[in-house]
């Protein structure tokens, strides 16, 4: 069973900062896919940011600019998801996800809608 374990969530007023963070203890493999999901209160879990193993990312309209998604250089399953300049609607549960697999460009075309490893989620909220 991979456990995805994530951290880094909280309140922080509009326009400040978080930073969250996936790990994975496990060696054995590289994943090629990560990914950010959010779900909204009352509203459908959707995707926020992905990233393929060689780099390329993508972001969903409303955190360009503002969120960046990344990897550690020394241990590529621990990925990050840098969030500024944090609005009112950002508000939600973030969860992290990954794949061994490169299904990045499935994911971000809207073909396949989750990966296969997930975090247990965690609050991020943003008051105004």
């Known amino acids: 069973q991979v456990q995805l374990v994530e951290s880094g969530g909280g309140l922080v007023q509009a326009g400040g900062s978080l930073r969250l963070s996936c790990s994975f203890s496990?060696?054995?493999?590289?994943?090629?896919?990560v990914a950010w999901f959010r779900q909204p209160p009352g509203n459908q879990r959707e995707l926020v940011a992905a990233q393929a193993l060689g780099g390329s990312s993508h972001y969903t309209d409303s955190v360009k600019g503002r969120f960046t998604i990344s990897r550690n250089n020394n241990d590529r399953n621990t990925f990050y998801l840098q969030m500024n300049n944090l609005k009112p609607e950002d508000t939600g549960v973030y969860y992290c996800?990954?794949?061994?697999?490169?299904?990045?460009?499935?994911?971000?075309?809207?073909?396949?809608?989750?990966?296969?490893?997930w975090g247990q989620g965690t609050q991020v909220t943003v008051a105004s």
């Open positions: 996800s990954a794949e061994v697999k490169s299904r990045y460009s499935d994911l971000i075309s809207g073909r396949l809608s989750e990966l296969d490893f």
């Open positions: 496990g060696r054995m493999f590289t994943f090629r896919t």
